[in-house]
């Protein structure tokens, strides 16, 4: 032996015991193969839980932002002193803004309101409008007080809410159905006219369907 080194013999080789190939620390190949294979699989079920939370976050964030548009549409209005109108509509985009810029050398001419800095708020990439319902005083007149065409036929009328510069608006409920595919929860934002006051839930849609029910 030189230095401290010792050359094995045969002997010592065959000694040794015969087993399973071990890396340091003890483990086998085989065991250290099965717990990768289990942090892989831990690793992709986290993966998907974060994913679908961050999707179902999309209906959350667009009833927010409606709120916030809500509340800045009718701060403009008041502001400005002119009517300003947000259109709510089933197809893309659902939610556009128009206003009023003369309203005493023409009345009732609403052209694209493009002056507002908060517009990027509007969700229009996160959710679309399902349902709007009238309420209270803005509720839609019965049908034989409705506009016709001249042909007996009633106007459609598309849902909008109008705010007004003194501050008051239309009441309404508006329901909004995520983009994201899978999520079949509702949001009822609704505005109360009078107040201002803004509010919003979460709801599922078989809930709708049981409110819905006579």
Request: charged letters at 20%; a negative charge; proline letters at 7%.
């Amino acid at each position: 032996m030189r230095h401290g080194l010792q050359i094995p013999t045969v002997a010592t080789l065959r000694s040794r015991p015969e087993g399973p190939l071990r890396c340091r620390g003890g483990m086998t190949l085989v065991e250290v193969l099965i717990a990768l294979s289990l942090l892989l699989a831990l690793m992709s079920a986290v993966a998907f839980s974060a994913g679908s939370f961050l999707h179902r976050g999309d209906l959350d964030r667009g009833a927010s932002d409606l709120e916030s548009s809500l509340r800045m549409a009718r701060a403009d209005a008041a502001t400005r002193g002119k009517r300003i109108r947000m259109l709510l509509k089933a197809e893309s985009p659902s939610v556009t803004l128009e206003w009023e810029p003369q309203p005493l050398t023409e009345p009732g001419s609403f052209r694209s309101y493009e002056a507002a800095i908060w517009t990027s708020r509007i969700p229009n990439q996160f959710v679309r409008v399902v349902n709007v319902q009238m309420v209270g005083e803005s509720a839609p007149a019965p049908t034989g007080d409705s506009p016709s065409n001249g042909s007996g036929d009633v106007e459609p009328v598309e849902p909008s809410i109008t705010f007004e510069p003194d501050g008051t608006c239309d009441s309404a409920i508006i329901e909004l159905a995520s983009l994201r595919p899978g999520d079949e929860r509702r949001a009822m934002v609704e505005i109360d006219g009078q107040t201002g006051v803004v509010t919003s839930r979460i709801t599922s849609s078989e809930s709708l369907e049981t409110t819905a029910q006579p």
